[in-house]
């Protein structure tokens, strides 16, 4: 029989971290949908290991970690590419983000997803998260050496898919 303290701790860490969970989730996979399935998958793991979890040093540490491996291992999964409609969905707007530079967050967001999930999930942790290097690949369970090295790849790519002119529009300059 679960223990009920046990049970009451995990449901007050996921309820005070639901809102981070779902705003990286959905950074990384670009989709409110998905990021609710990937906040829930992760979340459940986090239940059925909640007694091992919880004893870690860092607990969001070792959350976020299972949160980026689920995104990351989901493109393995032959199931997380059906997609059953009636009819083309149509794309959600995030109403509770607006912002000046929807266009662009939009570029960025194609641009990012032809990339190797891997790539995508050192950038978004890298530079929409502000991870360091280091937490980065603790988070990847990899070699600083490869975040850096997968880091400068990702980029790279995301130039040649932006191209110059449209990255110096991000950049600041003038449309």
């Not at 059925?48 to 949160?67: F, G, I, K, Q």
């Not at 059906?82 to 969905?89: H, Q």
């Not at 050192?122 to 990899?142: G, K």
Request: charged share 25%; net charge positive.
């Amino acid at each position: 029989m679960p223990d009920r303290s046990s049970d009451d701790d995990y449901t007050e860490y996921v309820t005070a971290r639901l809102h981070t969970l779902h705003r990286l989730a959905f950074l990384l996979c670009g989709d409110s949908h998905r990021a609710d399935d990937l906040v829930q998958q992760t979340i459940t793991n986090l239940y059925v290991h909640w007694s091992r979890a919880s004893a870690a040093s860092n607990l969001d540490a070792y959350v976020r970690t299972m949160l980026v491996r689920s995104f990351i291992d989901e493109k393995r999964r032959g199931w997380s590419r059906v997609r059953l409609f009636a009819e083309t969905p149509q794309q959600s707007v995030d109403l509770a983000r607006p912002g000046p530079n929807v266009e662009d967050r939009q570029l960025l967001r194609d641009a990012l997803t032809r990339l190797p999930r891997r790539q995508q999930a050192v950038l978004v942790l890298r530079f929409l998260c502000d991870m360091s290097v280091a937490e980065t690949a603790e988070a990847l369970n990899c070699s600083e050496g490869n975040i850096k090295s997968q880091t400068s790849h990702g980029l790279a790519a995301i130039r040649r898919v932006l191209g110059p002119h449209t990255l110096a529009l991000l950049a600041g300059g003038t449309r």
